[in-house]
């Protein structure tokens, strides 16, 4: 039986499709080819282009990025096969294709160790100076898996600050508030949706207010359960 990466690298494996703070570029974290792929938009028509991807090392497998809003020129991306999370500088060549710069590359635990065998790195999302990433299946609460935080500086270099727990299993999506004082977390296996409080001075993530049971229970490794949460603010 092939193993969980093997089987997650058979094929590309585009697993997200982002526009850049300009909107004239498309990127997509490829986890099957580890690649971020890069495509130029043309705005009168909507075509693409596509502009020469930036290779991953081999085994990374990108899944989940985002643009972080303080500094639009710095990328962060979630890696699930080498469960890390990488920093890249953002460049537009006059007239040419976006390229990025791997300046940074953490583990999402402290210390920068590895994570336990079977973790998986899931969806990475930025609020003021702070960068939150998902670990599924880390089991750092046991049986709950957690979410890491980093500061970052002025330049978008990531320092670890914490783990807190998902308040369930394999926390598949997670999205911060707009007034950035809630987190919400959507526990795929355990289909739970967890509120979590956010200090919006240090970052830090703070006690659970709400559990809601949101339909069944799935089972790690299938596409059961809670998949997506989202704020409506």
């Known amino acids: 039986m092939k193993s969980y990466s093997r089987r997650r690298q058979d094929a590309p494996h585009p697993h997200q ?22 495509y130029s938009i043309n705005k009168s028509t909507g075509k693409l282009t596509t502009c020469t991807p930036f290779s991953t090392p081999g085994g990374t497998g990108p899944r989940h990025g985002g643009f ?28 040419g294709c976006l390229t990025l710069n791997r300046f940074q590359t953490l583990t999402t635990i402290a210390n920068n160790k590895t994570l336990p065998s079977g973790s998986k ?16 299946r880390d089991l750092s609460f046991n049986p ?13 270099t990531m320092a670890f600050q914490q783990i807190t727990s998902s308040g369930g299993t394999y926390p598949r999506t997670f999205a911060i508030a707009k007034a950035g ?9 355990t289909a739970n949706v967890v509120v979590v409080k956010r200090n919006n001075e240090t970052g830090l993530l703070g006690p659970q207010v709400a559990s809601m049971r949101i339909g069944s229970v799935g089972q790690a490794e299938n596409d059961n359960g809670l998949s997506a949460v989202l704020w409506d603010d």
């Open 68 to 95: 972080w809003e303080k500094n639009p020129n710095v990328l962060f991306v979630g890696n699930e096969l080498s469960n890390t999370v990488s920093a890249y500088t953002v460049t537009y060549p006059s007239g």
């Open 181 to 189: 004082d809630l987190v919400v977390i959507g526990d795929q296996t």
């Open 144 to 156: 709950n898996d957690s979410i890491a935080t980093f500061s970052l500086d002025s330049a978008g």
């Open 17 to 38: 499709v982002l526009a850049d703070p300009t909107g004239n570029f498309l990127l997509s974290p490829d986890l099957g080819a580890d690649l971020i792929r890069i």
């Open 121 to 136: 790195v899931a969806e990475v999302h930025t609020k003021d100076n702070f960068l939150y990433v998902a670990n599924r």
